[in-house]
């Protein structure tokens, strides 16, 4: 499991280093801070999670932008799976990308739907039944208000799916709720 990790990290030091193509000729890095807060949509599933993304933007045109960078994931709780209630609490980190797409609003508010996703290693089994690697996949919209040129703040409402993608032993979930960040240019 440690060689997991290690290659993960590994992997999203890489990504987030590693120079993206863009389509634009702005001089500032922009990077983002996401934290969510999800709860369960079953209530088989009584799993909170907590997670902070950590991105970069790479690539931006007109109303769409492209991030990477790394998710850590904390849920918490139990799942019903194999006919009991079972234990299924573990902590993740892998590296995630994201899509956000931008409408500029009035003044200095901006609407934005943003799509990510990607490969979480846990450090045990989770949920119970499935296996230490699960894909996160997030779905929602975004206000972000712009604070001045260098700096916003953004709050959205998230719904995310956790899966291995296996037919068998792929105790999956979903889960919705808030999401708050920061960006700023660097």
């Keep these: 499991m440690r060689r997991c990790i290690c290659l993960v990290m590994a992997m999203t030091v890489l990504l987030i280093l590693l120079p993206g193509m863009s389509f634009c000729n702005a001089a500032d890095s922009q990077a983002e801070v996401d934290w969510d807060y999800l709860i369960p949509f079953h209530s088989d599933r009584d799993l909170n999670t907590v997670t902070l993304h950590v991105m970069k933007k790479f690539s931006e ?3 769409r932008s492209l991030y990477r960078g790394i998710t850590i994931t904390r849920p918490y709780g139990d799942i019903f799976y194999e006919n009991r209630q079972q234990a299924s609490s573990a902590v ?7 899509v ?4 500029a609003g009035s003044g200095k508010l901006t609407t934005a739907f943003d799509i990510s996703g990607g490969l979480i290693l846990y450090d045990k089994t989770f949920p119970a039944g499935g296996k ?10 975004r206000f972000i208000y712009k604070i001045n040129d260098h700096s916003a703040v953004n709050v959205g409402y998230m719904v995310m799916h956790v899966s ?9 979930y979903d889960a ?3 999401s708050v960040g ?3 240019n660097f």
């Design 92 to 98: 993740g980190v892998g590296p995630s990308y994201m």
């Design 182 to 184: 920061f960006t700023s």
């Design 132 to 141: 230490q690697y699960n894909f996160m996949w997030r779905v929602g919209p």
């Design 61 to 63: 045109t007109k109303d």
């Design 164 to 172: 291995n993608g296996l037919k068998n032993d792929n105790p999956s």
């Design 176 to 178: 919705y709720g808030l």
């Design 100 to 103: 956000r797409f931008e409408k």
